[in-house]
């Protein structure tokens, strides 16, 4: 089992700044990847930004420019940090991570955190 809790979120104006963080624990050995979704009120939820084991990262082309995904295997955490905020970048903020479990590629969600940018 992998177990997240998503911290960081809150309410800013347009053009600020916030830092998302995931905190992972259990078996966090088996993680190979983790990833930041999102879901707005009325929207399908979408990928936001992705970082594999090795680092590798991926964004999603609305936050190019503007996010940057990081993480620290020491601490299990994986980050978002998010500049130049949109109202439309307001949403729920979940985590997910992508562990192998006897050799079967298993999701465990965290419960979110809230964004809100205000125009």
């Known amino acids: 089992q992998v177990r997240l809790v998503e911290s960081g979120g809150g309410l800013v104006q347009a053009g600020g700044s916030l830092r998302l963080s995931c905190q992972a624990s259990g078996m966090t050995d088996k993680i190979k990847s983790m990833v930041w979704y999102r879901q707005g009120s009325g929207k399908q939820r979408e990928l936001v930004a992705s970082?594999?084991?090795?680092?590798?990262?991926r964004l999603a082309d609305a936050v190019k420019g503007r996010f940057t995904i990081s993480s620290d295997n020491r601490k299990n955490t994986a980050y978002l940090q998010m500049n130049s905020l949109k109202h439309e970048d307001t949403g729920s903020y979940l985590c997910k991570a992508v562990a192998v479990m006897v050799g079967v590629d298993m999701d465990y969600w965290g419960k979110g955190t809230l964004v809100t940018v205000t125009p």
């Open positions: 970082i594999t084991k090795l680092g590798d990262t």
